[in-house]
């Protein structure tokens, strides 16, 4: 059995430019929920992904992260964010 993905189409979903304050907040969050779960794993800190050292280079905070691994988390922000709008919810600021 081959699995072929098939996630909801957003491409015709524009990003409202409000909204990127919030992407960035989720970026950071979807870090930190990365990194926590791997160091309750038992990983480190190390300059290179190792599998059988347990080591990651992205095990630090999100603003040590460089602009290419920073959007990673960036890109899914943003496609989760346009996914909640697809599907026709409404984001509102807080009051």
Known sequence: ????????????????PELEPLAEQIARNVHEVWAKGRLDDGWTYGPERSESLRTHSCLVP??????????????TSRETIR???KLGFRIEPPR
């Open 1 to 16: 059995m081959k699995y072929i993905p098939r996630p909801i189409d957003t491409s015709d979903v524009q990003l409202p």
């Open 62 to 75: 999100y603003d040590e992260l460089t602009e290419e691994e920073k959007d990673y988390d960036r890109a």
């Open 83 to 85: 996914l909640i709008l």
